[in-house]
């Protein structure tokens, strides 16, 4: 079974610095997908970035970029220039590949949350 | 697009009572999940529903149900509440096609059980 380990439960950073989230996950899957999700006050989720672990190279979003090491199952958020708007629940989730076109993938499975709190 | 919609946002009920609970994905899109999220158990899987027929489960008891309709609509059923029900219930939206589909979620239902 897979499982997706956030260590940080909470964190603070201020306005327009950067900051850093860790995920570690375990699966024995080789073909999967990894997201962050940002969950404010509002309670909606968001995606923020999703990763495809065949990909080698590290996705971006705009001030979101992650460092993926599939060797070591990790899967790290960062958020530069950090604004007010960004205090939010973080979650990364996992996701596996889908045995054939048009099968389940399975459900999401997330993390605990690293709950960001962003100072002016 | 419009995005995922859930109705009601927010329901109160007393124990032995059932609820239902509506999501509506964004369109185009067949697959329809349902999470749980509760402050101790964090983000739990209930189901996942795709061209009408339930296509995986989670851990849950028979008392939590769902259904989908042709329009990809989904309802979740939870019957003889329980207080441990009380949650925010998410549902997301994905096209379902098993090719990494990023799911989308709605607002959420939060569900009260006094």
């Known amino acids: 079974a897979q499982t997706v380990t956030q260590s940080q439960p909470e964190m603070s950073v201020q306005e327009a610095e950067t900051v850093t989230l860790s995920c570690t996950y375990d699966?024995?899957?080789?073909?999967?997908?990894l997201f962050w999700y940002k969950q404010p006050p509002s309670r909606q989720m968001i995606l923020v970035i999703r990763q495809e672990a065949y990909k080698q190279q590290n996705a971006t979003e705009n001030r979101f970029s992650v460092n993926f090491q599939k060797a070591a199952k990790s899967f790290s958020l960062k958020i530069s220039d950090s604004q007010l708007g960004d205090t939010a629940m973080y979650f990364c989730a996992f996701m596996k590949q889908a045995l054939n076109y048009g099968g389940s993938q399975g459900n999401l499975i997330f993390g605990k949350g690293t709950k960001l709190s962003v100072k002016p | 697009k419009a995005g995922v919609t859930q109705t009601p946002r927010y329901l109160i009920k007393t124990r032995g009572q059932q609820v239902t609970l509506s999501c509506s994905p964004i369109?185009?899109?067949?697959?329809v999940s349902w999470y749980q999220q509760t402050p101790g158990q964090g983000l739990q899987f209930l189901f996942e529903y795709f061209s009408e027929t339930q296509r995986n489960k989670g851990n849950f008891p028979g008392r939590f149900s769902g259904r989908q309709f042709s329009n990809s609509r989904s309802e979740m059923n939870v019957s003889t509440l329980e207080l441990g029900d009380s949650a925010l219930y998410l549902c997301a939206s994905s096209r379902g096609q098993g090719a990494g589909d990023t799911q989308y979620f709605g607002p959420g239902t939060r569900l009260t059980v006094l």
């Open positions: 369109s185009g899109h067949r697959s």
């Open positions: 699966t024995s899957e080789n073909n999967y997908y």
